[in-house]
């Protein structure tokens, strides 16, 4: 059994010359669109986890109450 493991294995990792070239608009654009996807996805982060965060902790300068805003002036 573990020379036929052996056997399979070698056969799947066992790798030919590949005769391929890359060139460098090829390269910058596959490199461009992974840098395209992990910032998109760190912005959905941000925008999901981060800014709802943000108005959670800013400090509320609004605390005045809705006859405030209307601007009666009962004294």
Known sequence: MTKYTLVVLS????????????????????IGAIVGVVLAILMAIIGVFWYP???????????????????????
């Open 11 to 30: 056969i799947l990792l066992y790798s030919s010359s590949a005769f391929a070239y890359v060139g460098p608009g090829l390269g910058v654009g596959v």
């Open 53 to 75: 965060l943000k108005r959670m902790f800013k400090k509320d300068d609004d605390n005045e109450t809705l006859e405030d805003k209307n601007g009666s002036d009962e004294k």
